[in-house]
């Protein structure tokens, strides 16, 4: 069965780090791109990073640019969200997803609070 | 504030077939063959709908497609039932500063 599971969210503090893991399974995971996409309370879905197969692209959106960093372990099967710097306006449940521009799996998401 | 615009809202009776649509510009929509469509029931994950315009993923109901003309794509539902009672939201490929943009999402009442 192919499968993506988060893990990682947390309440973390303004000015927090939080590291956000994605697990695949089922599918060849290093001949896809990976995304993060998350939804705020309430609101709509909205596109974060994304990472080519091999690592070597990575594309952010403008609010998280030198703040997240996102990557992978090819070896291990899983995705990664670093997340620095955190804001209020970070808080969201983040969704792993398979795939560049349309994502076709997506994994059950994780919740990631910035309050103090 | 979304780079895509949508209804907020499009209802119908079971049966009838409604169009959601998505505005975009000559930077996203308008310019590349790169829209999805994404429906997500409260509580549960986005489900793929549509990708590049108008291809359907295995699984999905023949009864969604996809279109698009200049800077607006649409998403038509056809036969309209209970379960696709929904929000959908549709994504595009952007050479703005965001890459990939979703607009504000449509809620579909049945």
Redo the contacts between chains.
């Keep these: 069965e192919v499968q993506l599971v988060e893990s990682g969210g947390d309440l973390v503090q303004p000015g927090g780090s939080l590291t956000l893991s994605c697990a695949a399974s089922g599918f060849t995971f290093n001949t896809h791109w990976m995304?993060w996409?998350r939804q705020a309370p309430g609101e709509?879905?909205?596109?974060v990073a994304?990472i080519k197969q091999d690592g070597s692209q990575k594309?952010y959106?403008?609010s998280v640019k030198g703040r997240f960093t996102i990557s992978r372990d090819n070896a291990q099967n899983t995705l990664f969200l670093q997340m620095d710097s955190l804001r209020a306006e970070d808080t969201a449940v983040y969704?792993c997803g398979r795939g560049?521009?349309?994502?076709?799996v997506?994994?059950?998401?994780t919740m990631a609070t910035v309050s103090s | 504030q979304s780079a895509l615009t949508q209804p907020a809202s499009v209802s119908g009776s079971p049966g009838q077939s409604i169009t959601i649509s998505c505005t975009g510009t000559s930077s996203d929509v308008g310019s590349y063959n790169y829209v999805s469509w994404y429906q997500q029931h409260p509580g549960k994950v986005p489900k793929l709908m549509i990708y590049d315009v108008s291809q359907r993923p295995s699984g999905v109901s023949i009864r969604f497609s996809g279109s698009k003309s200049g800077n607006t794509a649409s998403l038509t539902i056809s036969g309209l039932q209970a379960e696709d009672e929904a929000d959908y939201y549709c994504n595009s490929f952007s050479t703005s500063s965001t890459r990939y943009v979703f607009g504000p999402g449509t809620k579909v009442t049945v």
């Design positions: 995304s996409v709509g879905l909205e596109w994304t594309f959106m403008d969704y560049a521009g349309w994502w076709d997506w994994g059950q998401g």
